[in-house]
């Protein structure tokens, strides 16, 4: 009742840096209907400021599923933690990276959900994350890297980061060892982000709060024995 996972996932993010990060996932079963589970990924960023590399943040979570009487639709709640493992103030030949390239969010956070499968193919999963402990240092400011337009990022000094909800709709085809998914995911980041200035004065992010609409497609192959 315990499995071990292993995924990988390829992104493209501002300015099209690119994020490749390698997770290492592992599963525990408490009973038929809940189950702990620990991710930890290792991220690679790279684009037209460097590559940057290091370990993300981990992500421990637990899940629950309410029983139903219809076996087709289960309803499942998850409540857990994102500990920020950095403080987001990685840096290339000692000039600082904006988030972008940064492996941790700098900040703790609680995460709230909820899922449900809609017929056999339909997965609908709603969420919330939210930071309860800011601790980024992060040293990009806009006004500082103004090399080129192509090399001008979002200011994010010393980022304090406003949570996120998140609806995802995923199709998904299994067979016996192995399947396929994908769909749509939005994010609404629920406020503008503050960042303080070298001066101290503490200013919001203009237009950091809204929508983003990401598609995801995901491939898994799974083996019961592997030792």
Do not use: C
């Not at 099209?16 to 620990?38: A, G, M, N």
């Not at 969010?105 to 995460?111: R, S």
């Amino acid at each position: 009742h315990n499995t071990v996972g292993f995924s990988a996932a390829v992104a493209s993010g501002e300015k099209l840096s690119w994020v490749i990060s390698p997770q290492l996932e592992i599963k525990t079963f408490i009973d038929q209907r809940s189950y702990l589970e620990l991710k930890l990924p290792f991220q690679v960023v790279t684009g037209n400021l460097g590559t940057n590399v290091g370990i993300g943040d981990l992500i421990a979570t637990y899940t629950h599923s309410v029983g139903t009487k219809k076996t087709d639709k289960q309803l499942y709640y998850t409540i857990g933690m994102r500990f920020g493992l950095g403080n987001g103030d990685d840096a290339i030949n000692a000039k600082p990276l904006p988030m972008a390239y940064q492996t941790s969010l700098g900040t703790t956070d609680v995460i709230l959900g909820l899922s449900t499968n809609i017929g056999k193919y339909i997965t609908l999963a709603a969420g919330i994350q939210q930071p309860v402990l800011q601790y980024n240092r992060n040293g990009y400011h806009t006004t500082a890297n103004r090399d080129s337009i192509e090399t001008v990022y979002f200011s994010s000094r010393y980022l304090q980061r406003a949570g996120d909800a998140l609806l995802r709709v995923e199709a998904k085809k299994d067979w016996k060892h192995s399947g396929i998914h994908g769909g749509p995911l939005v994010l609404y980041h629920l406020a503008n982000d503050k960042s303080i200035l070298a001066n101290g004065d503490k200013v919001e992010l203009q237009n950091s709060a809204g929508f983003t609409v990401n598609v995801n497609l995901g491939y898994y192959y799974s083996t019961e024995k592997w030792v």
